[in-house]
């Protein structure tokens, strides 16, 4: 027992490196891709020929933020940055065990989430904060327990000691403070907590740090950034480093974060948050309104919708997307009442953008390279709602924001290449030939709209400063002019309706709808409110103008009659407010690039098979009788995974080494391993024996993964060959003849599944099929195969499953029990393995509450629910040809929460009625009480 719960300890601790590792991706880039590197004092960037440019930019402002951030101390190490070209996710992370940094280079297009800064420098001046993070939070418990586990035992006290709203929250303060932009400077960045407190929504502490099933709450990005301005601007600007510091030296081993706030702001903790939300809520003058003006769609009970893009449908009803908490991304048909009617589930998509004529539907779709997983698409589709089919426009294309003109023959998209340069691209709907128009002028295009005629495409642009502008372009002669001048003001959701366009533009503090009218160009303000006015559709013939907003429910929709009379003219969009009174021009890093000393940094050839081992973490084995160490080592380009142990047993005297690989930069993964034990002591019929074991394993694995529209594809094919010795040494050596084993295993398994919403316990449609089959090479024939297929179907409501399984498993009867066994009993059974045994097993899970509810910061619930089951085991005896069934029906209690407000765990309890007698133990109770833990745990 005190073994489970020494492992079960360290399995949770290291849950934060594998919480801080989920957007790598294993062996994804192909073998043939050339590398090259630049290196600098602090930084070495390793990126592909595409992005020179971008890579030269980044070291010049990588190595500029770290001079110019707000110090959390002086501690400088080099770190590489990986430029990820191929996908179309914009992202970006850094990470220790190994430490390395990956930037995910298509640039985000909505322009209001993320800044409109060029989206490489936006990251170097978001991630630089982060290294400068991990650089000087290593010291103190980090530094310590560093030295016991290595890079691992670092992330693990920097994660448990520094809460992950604080690494977000001070990032995004920087990224505001270094640009003319940054998040902090957005207002819809705001939106989500002023419509908590629009709605007099007084969350707890806990509940804003962990989120919510049932309610909107807004991430810890916001969070963070409110809790660190608020500190910066009342006690100074070198607050949080002493916060920080005071903090990792744990001056208090319970909640020394906490400890450390108290001591350098002389508030308690709670106090502290209550002050900064205080702050925050006064600067935007909150009044509460919890209803808004002209909403048609309705807030459901326990949930949080989210409406997108609302177009008007010939017959006068609206079409939008609609996803939520429990329902995934689907079109709806809305009426004049806001009553709702079920369209079309919509393709796995990163991009939620979609334009309406006549019927037609075009909108983009997400697909992957079935082998490398960085290799990602994003493609167009067209859905003829009349005869409810879809047809694909592109193939294998990195297509975005597409608009279908009126006589629905071309489509015009937004092409971002793995250069970082942008296009328009024309597609025509009958041939699918694709046109790029020129772009001399290096602009970002986003939102791209026809005009009534056809002939010239309106488009938000930015430029190389983060500066946005409107221009037109001529489609026949490419000739393009501005139509709204440039300036440091996002723009976003373009819409034409005849010589109007309607954007959403931020000013003073909000995002607010705007019409051009492109004749003579006169600007008109239409419409503000406090969560901002976005996507809007504008009906000439009934002048009513639909839009979307956002409250504590989510994004909803509204629709108000346009009058002239009500719009408000303006001589022009002034740039951002100056929110942050932390900024100004010398700190800018686009104002002062200019003037910046270009770097003259050396541009090398990056040798993938150099830089294969980067051992960066260790654990040792301290559990009677077991003592040892391993080490483990992951490359930069995450193609190599090397484990390195050894172990010595007090109780057999034996020392045991080995060594695992697992390769993945070719198409066919590749696995190896090989152990050593000397010197084991058993006892054989009484007698003391000494011997020697010896084996290596090796195999191949191909992991390919589909995603052809609504659902995913997984299918992962594995072969390996085991070779096992003994030798006998010593006295033992003349009794017993060395022994030689080995097996051969092959397996295919195959998924399918659809997307799932988030309260979703599991995907409502989903299936699995798991092949193995293993045998001998050498000696007595065994061999064993093993069948496991799943099902997943919708329950009686939306949030409720049932899952069904059946197994089937048989082997010889002379060596096949040599193989473990893999099938899953039923519940309170101990297991037995016979030649032959079939399993079916029928679950209904279902959600019994939402308690958002935590305990001393240590462990917050958010959810409890339930699975009532049955399970039927049949076993047969070749040799006596008996059957026997074990028949169990009970219950599970499963409570999923979050360890330390950061870490995912859920366990339960499961209760289990004995309908036939155990075999190991006929008198086993028939009512049986089992703990459930996650079997990575165990």
């Given at each position: 027992m005190l073994k489970i719960f020494y492992r079960l300890g360290l399995s949770i601790l290291f849950a934060s490196f594998i919480h801080a590792t989920k957007a790598q991706v294993f062996g994804g880039l192909r073998p043939s891709l050339k590398w090259y590197q630049i290196k600098t004092d602090s930084l070495r960037i390793v990126f592909p020929k595409s992005l020179l440019t971008e890579a030269k930019e980044i070291a010049e402002a990588g190595h500029w933020a770290l001079q110019h951030q707000q110090?959390?101390?002086?501690?400088?190490?080099?770190?590489?940055?990986?430029?990820?070209?191929?996908?179309?996710?914009?992202?970006?992370?850094?990470?220790?065990?190994?430490?390395?940094?990956?930037?995910?280079?298509?640039?985000?297009?909505s322009n209001y989430q993320l800044t409109s800064i060029p989206w490489h420098i936006q990251l170097t001046l978001h991630e630089l904060r982060h290294i400068s993070q991990f650089n000087n939070f290593n010291r103190g418990f980090p530094k310590g327990m560093g030295l016991f586990l290595g890079e691992q035992g670092s992330a693990i006290a920097m994660n448990a000691i520094i809460p992950n709203w604080f690494w977000e929250g001070d990032a995004v303060n920087q990224e505001t403070k270094m640009s003319a932009q940054g998040r902090g400077r957005l207002p819809y960045f705001y939106n989500g907590y002023r419509s908590l407190w629009l709605d007099n929504k007084k969350y707890g502490y806990q509940k804003l740090r962990n989120g919510s099933l049932k309610d909107y709450v807004p991430d810890h990005y916001q969070l963070g950034y409110l809790l660190v301005n608020f500190a910066e601007r009342k006690y100074g600007a070198d607050i949080w480093k002493r916060i920080t510091h005071s903090a990792l030296n744990v001056p208090s081993i319970f909640y020394p974060f906490q400890h450390a706030v108290k001591k350098h702001t002389k508030l308690s903790y709670p106090k502290f948050v209550r002050k900064a939300f205080e702050y925050h809520q006064d600067s935007f003058s909150i009044t509460r309104q919890s209803t808004i003006p002209g909403l048609i769609t309705r807030k459901e009970r326990a949930n949080v919708l989210q409406y997108a893009y609302p177009q008007l449908m010939e017959e006068g009803t609206i079409l939008a997307l609609k996803s939520g908490y429990r329902q995934i991304p689907q079109w709806v048909q809305i009426d004049s009442v806001g009553k709702e009617k079920f369209l079309r589930v919509k393709d796995i998509s990163q991009d939620d953008y979609f334009t309406y004529r006549n019927g037609t539907v075009v909108y983009t779709a997400y697909q992957i390279h079935p082998r490398w997983g960085w290799e990602n698409y994003s493609i167009i589709r067209c859905w003829d709602m009349n005869a409810d089919t879809v047809r694909q426009l592109s193939f294998q294309s990195r297509l975005f924001q597409p608009d279908l003109s009126t006589d629905k023959q071309w489509v015009v998209a937004v092409h971002s290449g793995i250069d970082m340069q942008s296009a328009l691209a024309l597609i025509q709907t009958a041939g699918q030939s694709i046109r790029y128009l020129p772009n001399p002028n290096g602009f970002t295009f986003t939102y791209p709209r026809f005009t009534a005629d056809g002939n010239a495409v309106v488009a938000a642009v930015r430029n190389k400063v983060g500066d946005m502008g409107i221009i037109r372009v001529n489609i026949t002669d490419n000739h393009a002019d501005t139509l709204l001048s440039f300036n440091n003001h996002p723009i976003s959701f373009l819409q034409l309706s005849k010589d109007k366009v309607f954007f959403t533009a931020t000013q003073q503090g909000s995002d607010a709808l705007?019409?051009?009218?492109?004749?003579?160009?006169?600007?008109?303000?239409?419409?503000?409110?406090?969560?901002?006015?976005?996507?809007?559709?504008?009906?000439?013939?009934?002048?009513?103008?639909?839009?979307?907003?956002?409250?504590?429910?989510?994004?909803?929709?509204?629709?108000?009659?346009?009058?002239?009379?009500?719009?408000?003219?303006?001589?022009?969009?002034?740039?951002?407010?100056?929110?942050?009174?932390?900024?100004?021009?010398?700190?800018?890093?686009?104002?002062?690039?200019?003037?910046?000393?270009?770097?003259?940094?050396?541009?090398?050839?990056?040798?993938?098979?150099?830089?294969?081992?980067?051992?960066?973490?260790?654990?040792?084995?301290?559990?009677?009788?077991?003592?040892?160490?391993?080490?483990?080592?992951?490359?930069?380009?995450?193609?190599?995974?090397?484990?390195?142990?050894?172990?010595?047993n007090r109780n057999e005297q034996s020392h045991t080494a080995g060594m695992n690989l697992l390769y993945g930069g070719w198409y066919p993964q590749l696995f190896a391993g090989v152990t050593q034990t000397w010197n084991r002591n058993i006892l054989l019929d009484n007698e003391s024996v000494v011997l020697n074991e010896s084996g290596w394993r090796g195999g191949v694995f191909v992991p390919l993964t589909f995603v052809p529209g609504k659902t995913i594809h997984r299918l992962d094919l594995n072969a390996s060959l085991q070779v096992d010795q003994v030798q006998y040494q010593g006295a033992s050596a003349l009794k017993f003849r060395n022994e030689n084993f080995s097996f051969q295993s092959v397996s295919f398994n195959w998924s399918h599944r659809n997307q799932q919403a988030r309260q979703h316990i599991f995907p409502r449609w989903a299936q699995s099929l798991r092949l193995q089959y293993r045998s001998t090479v050498s000696g007595d024939w065994g061999n064993q195969l093993f069948v496991n297929a799943g099902i997943y179907l919708p329950g009686l409501l939306p949030n409720h499953h049932l899952v069904g399984f059946v197994s089937w498993q048989g082997r010889d009867t002379l060596r096949g029990d040599l193989f473990s066994n893999n099938l899953a009993f039923s519940r309170g059974y101990n297991a037995v393995n016979l030649p032959r045994a079939f399993r079916w097993s029928a679950n209904y899970h279902f959600p019994l509450l939402y308690p958002d509810f935590g305990v001393a910061n240590l462990m917050y619930f958010m959810r409890v629910r339930a699975d009532l089951f049955y399970d039927y085991t049949e076993l047969k005896s070749l040799r006596t040809g008996r059957h026997f069934s074990l028949r169990s029906a009970g219950a599970e209690l499963f409570f999923d929460t979050r360890l330390w407000n950061q870490f995912p765990l859920s366990f339960g309890i499961r209760y289990s009625r004995l309908l036939d007698k155990d075999l190991v133990n006929p008198n086993l109770d028939p009512n049986q009480f089992e703990l459930v833990l996650p079997m990575n745990i165990l």
């Open positions: 110090p959390l101390g002086n501690k400088h190490k080099s770190i590489t940055i990986l430029l990820q070209h191929q996908t179309t996710i914009s992202n970006g992370y850094v990470g220790l065990a190994p430490r390395r940094s990956e930037f995910f280079m298509m640039p985000e297009l705007y019409c051009l009218q492109t004749d003579n160009l006169q600007l008109y303000e239409i419409k503000t409110l406090p969560n901002g006015v976005y996507q809007s559709y504008y009906d000439t013939a009934s002048s009513y103008l639909y839009w979307v907003t956002q409250n504590a429910s989510g994004m909803h929709i509204g629709k108000d009659k346009m009058e002239e009379s009500s719009m408000r003219g303006v001589d022009k969009l002034n740039g951002l407010t100056e929110k942050d009174p932390g900024f100004n021009a010398d700190n800018d890093y686009l104002q002062q690039a200019s003037v910046i000393a270009e770097r003259n940094d050396e541009v090398k050839p990056y040798r993938k098979g150099l830089h294969l081992l980067y051992p960066h973490s260790w654990r040792p084995i301290l559990f009677e009788p077991d003592y040892g160490l391993q080490i483990f080592s992951d490359n930069v380009m995450n193609t190599l995974q090397s484990e390195l142990n050894y172990n010595y």
